[in-house]
């Protein structure tokens, strides 16, 4: 009982958070329509770089791994 007390009590603060918000702005007005970018335009950045050197560190541990077998 004590650990659904104690699960519940951190989600009916946030509801009560969330709810307090009053209605928006609406947001901007329409403007003149911008086209969109290229479909080739792919942002190839830190993210991208980190996983590419994070694979080729993980295949040259298991060549190195399946050489010392």
């Known amino acids: ?5 104690l699960l519940l009590l951190p989600l009916l603060a946030v509801v009560g958070a969330a709810s307090a918000q009053g209605p928006g702005s609406g947001g901007p007005t329409p403007g003149p329509v911008t086209p ?3 479909p080739t ?3 190839i950045d ?4 980190l996983l590419l050197a994070g694979g080729a560190t993980y295949a040259v541990a ?6 010392q077998r």
């Open 1 to 5: 009982m004590k650990r659904a007390f």
């Open 36 to 38: 969109p970018p290229d």
């Open 41 to 43: 335009a792919v942002p």
């Open 46 to 49: 830190g993210g991208a770089s």
């Open 62 to 67: 298991r060549l190195r791994k399946r050489r």
